[in-house]
């Protein structure tokens, strides 16, 4: 079964940086869509960046030019590096893949991510 795992997390000041991992198993990685998500407390979830099988990124409008999302095929891992990192940008991180032909998506477990003023 595919597995997403996801680290990274911490508590960090305002104008600080993180890089969140997922590690994810099975073959299937490379030819999938993946994207970070995140759930503020109180909030809905909602979608930070993608990327591509082809690499090809996407972000929220307001993260644009601080997130950097990135994938490595050959470990299997998709990150996403957080720079000058803002309070409002606290929640859970979640890592979601989404299969080639294959209904469906996966999610995994999260990690948190706290910013203090």
């Known amino acids: 079964q595919l597995q997403l795992v996801e680290s990274g997390g911490g508590l960090v000041q305002a104008g600080g940086s993180l890089r969140l991992s997922c590690a994810a198993s099975g073959s299937i990685f490379r030819f999938s869509d993946l994207g970070w998500y995140r759930q503020a407390p109180g909030k809905q979830r909602e979608l930070v960046a993608t990327i591509t099988s082809g690499g090809s990124a996407k972000y929220a409008d307001s993260l644009k030019g601080r997130f950097t999302i990135s994938r490595d095929n050959a470990k299997n891992t998709v990150a996403l590096l957080m720079n000058s990192l803002k309070p409002e940008d606290t929640g859970v991180y979640y890592c979601?893949?989404?299969?080639?032909?294959?209904?469906?998506?996966?999610w995994g477990q999260g990690t948190q991510v706290t910013v203090s003023s």
């Open positions: 979601n893949l989404k299969p080639p032909v294959v209904r469906g998506e996966f």
